[in-house]
């Protein structure tokens, strides 16, 4: 990926719109909108994350989630 190589965020940007015209025009047959709470695809993953988990991710720091149910 051009990003990684350069380190020139309008790369992620890039990406950014075309996975945005995707999701309003995918080209993929069938596609459909189905939001997921995570545990449908038989592990859970990040539905969303902070500014200050990201800090602490890319800082080496301990992440901890806590689970609304």
Do not use: H, W
């Not at 449908?40 to 990201?54: A, D, Y």
């Amino acid at each position: 990926m051009k990003y990684e190589v350069t380190g020139n965020t309008e790369f992620l940007a890039d990406v950014v719109n075309f996975a945005m015209i995707e999701f309003m025009y995918p080209q993929k047959e069938g596609a459909k909108y189905q939001p997921t709470d995570g545990t449908n695809l038989g592990k859970r993953i990040t539905v969303g994350i902070s500014v200050n988990e990201m800090k602490d991710i890319k800082e080496g720091n301990e992440v901890v989630e806590i689970l609304k149910k």
